[in-house]
Structures are given as C-alpha cells and as structure tokens.
C-alpha cells in the first residue's frame, strides 16, 4: 500500500513561518495529484492547495500570497511553504496523495495522518 509520513508542523507566532513535508512510500506505480488539507477544531476539513504531476497548482483563497505548495517527483514528496501565518490558519494539516498501484488500476487518494499547526503569540 501506501504510507504518507509527514513532518514540519509545530507551535510559530503569528507573521512566522513553517515548512511541511509529506513523502510517500510503499508499492506505489505513479503519483498523480498531491495536496494538503487542514481541519481546524469545529470546522469542516477543507483543501488547502493541490499540485498536478505537471506541476499546475490550486490554493484556496484564505492562503494565497503566502502558503506556496511544490512537489519533488524524485522523492515522491509534497511540501507546503506557509509564510506570514496568522492564528487562524491553526489547524492539523494532512497531505493527499493520489496514487496507483499498478499500471492497470485506477488512482486511489491516500492520507496522512496530519501534523499540528499552531499560530499564537
């Protein structure tokens, strides 16, 4: 299967910043999209950014100008830059991987298993 370890969350002031990191292994054929998602306490879990194999990205509106997402094929890693943070953007963060197994199966969207991000002074 797939195992996402993820790594780079942590307590920062507000205007901080941090880096997160998301590597897959396992028997994986090919990756297709990779993201991040957050849930903050007594929210909905909502998409944060994606980035396509082509290296096309998506950001949800609350994070654009300061989170930058990329991705490093080699390594089959995600990371999530996340400049000038405000308390509102604490929440745990999962990385999503969209991977296949075999050249014949479809993709299948894994999960992390989430890292803490807190913003307070």
């Not at 002031?13 to 993201?35: D, E, Y």
């Not at 943070?85 to 745990?92: I, N, S």
């Amino acid at each position: 299967q797939v195992q996402l370890v993820e790594s780079g969350g942590g307590l920062v002031q507000p205007g901080g910043s941090l880096r997160l990191s998301c590597a897959a292994s396992g028997s994986i054929f090919s990756i297709n999209g990779m993201g991040w998602h957050r849930q903050a306490p007594g929210k909905q879990r909502e998409l944060v950014a994606d980035i396509t194999s082509g290296g096309r990205t998506y950001y949800a509106d609350s994070v654009k100008g300061r989170f930058t997402i990329s991705r490093d094929n080699a390594r089959n890693t995600v990371y999530l830059q996340m400049n000038s943070l405000k308390p509102e953007d604490t929440a745990v963060y999962y990385c999503t991987v969209e991977a296949r197994l075999k050249s014949y199966s479809g993709y299948g969207r894994y999960w992390g298993q989430g890292t803490q991000v807190t913003v307070s002074s």
